[in-house]
């Protein structure tokens, strides 16, 4: 059977970041094959069949899309078959015995039919079915998917919570439902053996249920009381919340994590696997750095509460990346920063003269097209600007392609989408794909390819700039042009003093590759053209 990427909404393409399972290994309905990731979300995508795992067709890093052939899994009909002989074998031979092991198992395992519901979705109405991997007929059992749900910001697998057979299937791939909807009934067991037998290390806060909490189950038939050692537990495990899903939790414990030492970033500190990894990789870099004495002493923390009111604001992982990013690079790079004033006041005169041809063309022509422009030229000129510092700190990979990003402020935080060949395009190409971007940016419809592939970058504040800042570079390039606000500033000609329109730059740059002289002819270079377009042609 073919594994294919299920629906990405709006996505175009996805990163494979993590293969789970081994080829050649068994699988079972509703294993984890492989986990995918956008600049949004991460996502599993689970084997829809039991069998043997033949192999992937894909690998770490691949970037796919939706109904992209992912992995080849072949249904297991030979055991199956098998096993069926050898039961007819032995019911045919010691029929007495199997009617009495078949009386004492009925006895013991009463059957119910139970119908499993949408979780609580919070302040969320509705979500789009977008996948439902079970049909009437279908067994089932702990951990198994189901269905996987979808809204505008994150897609959420609804997994069975008891072991047992689909009676019937209630939705379909693009239904919307709500809270409470059924999704399928089922026949099961009143024994839950993955549940009890299997330790759960975390214990789960059930008095205020988090949104998208795993499917809620109503049953026929009563449950069994609980012995007083796990009342006890269960008492003493509420002081503790805990909210993850079964996926989440099946990671945990493979990697050994207690997930109340883990902090999540989803609603009502929803845990996510994203936070699971982080919460890892910072165990290692903090065992690592404490290894080799280079730890950075941590800011202590606070109980802000007891001075006053306070209100906890949760960032999205997009901020969340940002935030490590720019730690990151201001860690590893010294950074040096060069100021300067470039009077533009020509160049805005040559703008404004441009005005009625970009109504026309319905364009709107920027000074930021003119400042791209006046840096793709510079590059050109200092190549060691357009370069990245190897890995093994020997070695300079300068490249033979100008692409330039542009940092660009949305609601959910700061993106810098590149311009391609951004050397080759004139002013008016340029101001189209300024536009492109951030519109597609302020939209949260940046492809994969729109972030990557940058050499170096422009962080324009325009009237909110003032007169000058630090920008970080944006690594593993090794520069960063910041532009500030424009403003009239008496000029002396050698005469007299006259008014002129001076623009502030900021240039950061990687000390171990770029000087201050090298920065100070850039910058210089970068002046005189923006001073005097003509140059640009030259």
Known sequence: ????????????????????????????????????????????????????????????????SEGTLIATVTPDAGEADSLASEVITAAT??????????????????????????????????????????????????????????????????????????????????????????????????AEPAAVTEPVAEPVQAAAPPTMQPAAVKADVPSAPEP????????????????????????????????????????????????????????????AAKSSGAGIPEIPAVDFARFGPVAEQSLTRMQQQVAANMQRSWLNVPHVTQHDLADIT???????????????????????????????????QKPKFNSSLHPDGQHLIVKEYINVGIATNTAEGLLVPVIRGADKKGLWELSENIAELAEKARDKKL???????????????????????????????VAILGVGRLSTQPQWNGQEFLPRQMLPLSLSYDHRVINGVDGGEFMQLLSQLLSDVRRLAL
Do not use: W
């Not at 970041?17 to 050649?24: Q, R």
């Not at 160049?347 to 026309?360: D, N, P, T, V, Y």
């Open 1 to 64: 059977m073919d594994i294919l990427i299920p629906s990405l909404g709006d996505i175009d393409k996805v990163e494979v970041i993590e293969l789970c399972i081994e080829p050649g290994a068994a699988v079972v309905t509703g294993d984890t094959l492989i986990v995918i990731e956008s600049d949004k979300a991460s996502m599993d995508v689970p084997a829809t069949c039991d069998g043997v795992l033949q192999a992937y067709t894909v690998q770490l890093g691949d970037l796919v």
């Open 93 to 190: 031979t010691t029929a007495a015995a199997t009617e009495s092991t078949a009386a004492e198992s009925q006895a013991t395992q009463a059957v119910s039919k139970v119908d499993i519901l949408v979780p609580d979705l919070g302040d969320i109405e509705d979500v789009e079915v977008i996948e439902v991997a079970v049909a009437a007929g279908d067994l089932i059992s702990y951990d198994s998917l189901l269905v996987v749900l979808e809204s505008d910001k994150a897609s959420m697998e609804v997994p069975a919570e008891q072991e047992g057979t689909v009676i019937s299937v209630a939705v379909a791939v693009g239904d919307r439902v709500g809270t409470g909807a059924l999704i399928a009934t089922a026949e099961v067991t009143n």
């Open 228 to 287: 007083p050692a796990a009342t006890n537990d269960r008492a003493k495990s509420a002081e503790v919340t805990v909210y993850a899903g079964p996926a989440v939790r099946r990671l945990a414990r493979e990697l050994g994590v207690a997930l109340d030492q883990v902090k999540g970033s989803g609603q009502r500190g929803r845990i996510t696997k994203d936070d699971l990894k982080s919460h890892v990789k910072q165990q290692m870099n903090a065992s």
């Open 346 to 380: 020509d160049m805005e005169e040559f703008r404004q003269s441009l005005k009625a041809e970009a109504g026309q063309r319905g364009i709107k022509l920027t000074p930021l097209a003119f400042i791209v422009r006046a840096v793709c030229y510079a590059l050109a």
């Open 447 to 477: 492809a994969l390819d729109d972030l990557g592939g940058g050499t170096f970058t422009v962080s324009s504040l325009g009237s909110i700039g003032g007169t000058g800042f630090t920008p970080i570079v944006n690594a593993p390039e």
